[in-house]
């Protein structure tokens, strides 16, 4: 489907523009550049919902744009929307005018960080919009520059540690993810005689078995290094724990889903016969993330890094969803990552406040909180059952679809991450119970201000999403469902592989 | 028969630098006018050699390519891409180093002179068809600029600089010589016509010391290499380039790298074509050395200038990347230096606007803080770290795409791997800059920019950040160009 209007390329463009206009703000008039980004973060907003609307229930990409950029190397600006991408793309935009409203503490350099807040939009949403190899590396590695500077900037005592880490780290991923780029479309130039970096016509052609395995391997270590994956994770808790409150929302909420994103469009459809054969071992690291993720978070004693490792725990949770190979478990993944983007985002929301008030992140410091501020601490708890996956609340639907979906081919790995699920109710309701109920321990902590109005609008809004979520996820699924059904559809068609009869329905 | 209007075209816009460094003395010691007249010359000169270069290309078009002067100069689209990227760094460099200029006092018609002369003798060096036609080009260029790194006196570091840069590139032409005449020895030929003739039939004629053309190309390549500071001939370059006045150490470093590419990959393309194994493994391992052992020594440095020296090397071995897959990857090569010397004058022009413009020495430490004191300077150089360090979105990302790719259809995929892994440790010392600048406190020196200055990095910045989003414009041009 084409129109006239492009409406993906005012995606990415809107938010650039964004950061021009702030930037042309003078720096002493500080206190226009928060309202102004938030403002001009609603353009990206409406745009997305237009998309969610107009965008149609079937498979295949949609509002597709193409451009030819350089013949020379088969570039292209290409861009499209589906099933996988439309959910992320409308989380980010709601998380940018979210994590930017909760920026109210940031007093220094204001006007650079609603800048790189911008940039760092239009880096992620050209990600999941980009259909050319080469054009979706350039966003992929333009999100670590703001990122960057928003950690080592805005962080905590030990930011310049975390920032370089972090940016290191998803570097070196990404660049042997280039190598394998560069060697798809040489590839395609041997199969075809023409050089093109178009994920597309790549697709149509199909990937020489024979290179399928190194090519897997290189960009699922892009991906699992960004998801991240255990063994890959070291850098996600110094990042969450050293980075402003809107950079953890941003980096839980988006930034990692850009390596479960990368899995599903990239990994799964190019890589089948590689993918098959690795279905055991990335199920294996998805679990031992899961279990991991969550005994670490247990014994934490800093509530931000609690919600960090919580993390790596979800997070395995929608890798084992992909790899199960199978309808629920596609389709659980994709919810998921919005699931996870709206409940964590909120408890990183939450522990900013906290430490706002209260200048600590330490969980002994706290106590009986639920006293000054009850506002604040109903909303934890309903973050919490949202984020356990209580029924009703969001992340019951994603968990629930996961865990069918893999106990189909997966049983022993779904079996074992099912008490993930368990361990994320100790851990949650665990810090709940020692943060706010109780006597309160400490005049601060009885003398704490309850939220603000700002923070109750901003809670009250992932709030409702996650309600709806919860209640009718049909509103996402029937959308992500076509474009699952088609991956897992390609899958049989390249591969022996036939995925196991199941529910008629998520 | 001689045709003079042949001969002139070929050779105008170098011409037009030499006449304007004529002019620039003779209007010094008759007159003894402010540097601002002086400032007039340049900019006649460089718009008559832009000039000069579009009637270059015209006639390209109009009469395809063409041999002068007894076939030592060749006239192609190639060559003119080459002289343009000159020219650009010749006004760039002026444009950020006028300062020093001014504090050389009576000196300052001198250096600008030299400068011309520099960028004219490897204008020469670009157009050359013909070995000895190469030597001399390189000797032009190369005396000039081993004055120039001498030509302040407010510090001994200068003259240290130029002592150590004119023995070891005194060294370095003699080896490229010494080459020559072994060539010549062998085959009877100085043409790369003629060159090019006897390579190809190398296998079916007899030749007296046959083993003789091997070691030959490897000492003209060695000379070569020597002056873009490839590893393991690089020791020379972090210290020309700390002690050198801190004004024009960026044109310095950019034009030879550019003179000595453009050279090179006329060698591979025509002179030493049919001669593949005498040079595609040994520069792919020379590329290999020179990016681990550029980028290993880059992270330990405390000094901008040494960093970017370093850093100068690594980028060598990328270049030679692309030079080392032979034709294919003559795109890429022409691509990357023209965008990075770009770079590189401007990142070196404001390591001079820091430090001062006859500084020797630039610390890490007067970095501290500076995002808050000189916030434009600041954002201008992280934008110029990104790029050196291959960041999407700037011309560093599209120049190492373009010589990874030549060299991976190449069949040199171990070098493309070896490149991808030292470009992230790289990030190590590039990120290093933004750190202090960004994320560390301090009071960095409030930094204000001359117009030469203001201008030159304002066009530096939107080629870099411009070819970087869309690099078709420069891309279909280099396409028109090489072959």
């Known amino acids: ?506 | 028969m001689v045709d003079t209007a042949v001969s002139l075209i070929a050779i105008l816009p170098e011409l037009v630098f030499v006449l304007g460094a004529v002019a620039v003395l003779m209007v010094d010691v008759t007159w003894k006018p402010a540097l601002r007249v002086h400032g007039w010359i340049a900019a006649v000169a460089v718009a008559g050699a832009s000039g000069a270069l579009f009637a270059q290309w015209r006639d390209v078009d109009v009469n395809s390519i063409r041999l002068a002067y007894g076939d030592m100069i060749l006239l192609d689209h190639q060559g003119v891409v080459f002289k343009g990227a000159l020219v650009v760094v010749t006004a760039l460099g002026l444009g950020f180093g006028w300062g020093l200029f001014g504090r050389l006092g009576r000196k300052g018609a001198e250096a600008l002179a030299l400068v011309f002369l520099s960028a004219a003798g490897f204008m020469f060096m670009v157009g050359s068809f013909h070995f000895l036609m190469l030597f001399l080009g390189l000797e032009v260029g190369s005396i000039s600029l081993y004055i120039l790194a001498g030509i302040s006196n407010e510090s001994t570091e200068s003259d240290e600089a130029a002592m150590k840069y004119f023995l070891l590139g005194s060294v370095a032409s003699a080896i490229l010589l010494y080459g020559v005449a072994l060539f010549y020895t062998a085959s009877g030929h100085l043409g790369y016509g003629g060159a090019f003739s006897f390579v190809s039939t190398l296998n079916t004629q007899i030749v007296f010391k046959p083993s003789i053309v091997p070691l030959a190309v490897a000492l003209v390549l060695v000379g070569l290499l020597f002056k873009i500071a490839a590893a393991p001939f690089h020791a020379w370059a972090p210290d020309v380039y700390q002690g050198a006045p801190a004004g024009i150490t960026g044109y310095m470093a950019a034009a030879a790298k550019i003179g000595a590419i453009a050279a090179l990959a006329r060698l591979v393309q025509v002179a030493f074509r049919d001669l593949p194994d005498t040079w595609q493994a040994p520069l792919a391992g020379v590329a290999a050395v020179s990016i681990v052992l550029g980028t290993i020594y880059a992270i330990v440095q405390t000094d901008l200038r040494r960093i970017l020296a370093y850093s100068g090397v690594a980028h060598a071995g990328f270049l030679l990347v692309g030079v080392s897959s032979g034709g294919i990857g003559a795109r890429g090569v022409v691509f990357y230096i023209l965008t990075y010397a770009v770079a590189l004058v401007a990142a070196f022009g404001l390591v001079g606007q820091v430090s001062g413009p006859a500084s020797a020495g630039s610390p890490l430490d007067a970095y501290r803080g500076l995002s808050k004191s000189s916030p434009v300077v600041a954002g201008a150089l992280s934008v110029l770290m990104l790029a050196l360090a291959g960041m999407p979105v700037t011309t560093g990302f599209v120049a190492k795409f373009g010589v990874f790719t030549a060299a991976w259809a190449a069949g040199q995929e171990w070098l493309v791997l070896v490149a991808l892994v030292a470009s992230v440790a790289a990030f190590a010392f590039y990120l290093r800059v933004i750190v202090l600048m960004y994320f560390e406190d301090g009071d960095g020196p409030t930094v204000s920019l001359g117009l030469g200055a203001k201008v030159s990095l304002a066009v530096s910045l939107v080629v870099t950040i411009g070819l970087g989003v869309y690099p078709t414009v420069l891309l279909d041009l280099i396409d028109r160009a090489v072959y």
């Open chain 1, 1 to 506: 489907m084409t129109v006239d209007f492009p409406v993906l390329t005012s995606l990415i463009v809107a938010p650039l523009l964004g950061a021009v206009v702030v930037a042309l703000v003078p720096s002493r008039r500080s206190e226009v550049h928060l309202p102004l980004g938030i403002a001009l973060s609603m353009i990206p907003v409406a745009l997305a919902g237009w998309l969610f609307v107009a965008f149609e229930k079937t498979a295949g990409f949609q509002f597709a744009e193409f451009t030819e950029i350089y013949s020379g190397w088969g570039v292209n600006w290409h861009l499209g929307v589906d099933g996988i991408s439309l959910p992320l793309i409308v989380l980010t935009t709601i998380l940018v005018p979210v994590s930017l409203a909760v920026s109210g503490a940031i007093t220094d350099r204001t006007k650079l960080f609603v800048a790189m807040v911008l940039l760092l939009e239009a880096g992620m949403i050209g990600v999941f919009l980009a259909l050319d190899l080469i054009v979706f590396f350039v966003f992929f590695e333009l999100v670590l520059v703001p990122m960057y500077f928003i950690i080592g900037i805005w962080g905590s005592e030990s930011r310049i540690y975390a920032a370089v880490k972090f940016f290191l780290y998803t570097a070196f991923g990404s660049a042997l993810m280039l190598a394998g780029i560069i060697a798809l479309g040489l590839g395609n130039l041997r199969a075809t005689g023409s050089l093109t970096f178009d994920y597309v016509a790549i697709a149509e052609v199909g990937v020489a078995v024979g290179s399928q395995w190194w090519l897997f391997l290189v960009f699922a270590l892009a991906f699992a290094i960004k998801v991240p994956l255990f063994p890959f994770h070291t850098w996600l808790p110094d990042a969450h724990v050293q980075a402003p409150t809107a950079g953890s929302v941003l980096l839980a909420g988006v930034l990692l889903k850009l390596g479960t994103y990368g899995f599903l469009r990239f990994n799964l459809p190019l890589f089948p016969e590689a993918t098959l054969d690795a279905v055991p071992w990335m199920a294996a690291l998805a679990v031992v993330g899961v279990i991991y993720g969550a005994a670490v978070a247990i014994v934490q004693p800093d509530l931000k890094k609690l919600v960090a490792y919580s993390s790596v725990s979800h997070l395995g949770f929608i890798v084992l969803g992909t790899f199960a190979l199978t309808r629920q478990g596609l389709e659980g993944a994709v919810i998921q990552g919005v699931n996870h983007g709206l409940s964590t985002g909120a408890l990183f929301l939450l522990v900013g406040m906290l430490y706002e008030r209260r200048h600590t992140k330490k969980i002994a410091d706290f106590g009986g909180l639920a006293k000054a501020a009850p506002l604040m601490a109903g909303f934890f708890l309903f973050m919490s059952f949202a984020s356990i996956g209580l029924p009703g609340l969001n992340g019951f639907v994603g968990e629930f679809l996961i865990l069918v979906g893999s106990y189909a081919t997966l049983p022993v790995y779904a079996i074992v991450a099912a008490t993930g699920v368990v361990l994320a109710t100790i851990y949650l309701l665990w810090a709940y119970q020692r943060v706010f109920t109780g006597e309160p321990t400490s005049e601060d902590n009885a003398g704490m201000k309850d939220l603000k109005g700002v923070e109750v609008t901003v809670l009250s809004v992932l709030s409702i999403l996650i309600l709806v979520l919860g209640l009718y996820p049909r509103i996402l699924l029937d959308k992500i469902t076509p474009t699952t059904d088609a991956l897992l559809e390609r899958m049989e068609i390249s591969t022996s592989y036939v995925v196991p009869p199941g529910g008629s329905d998520g």
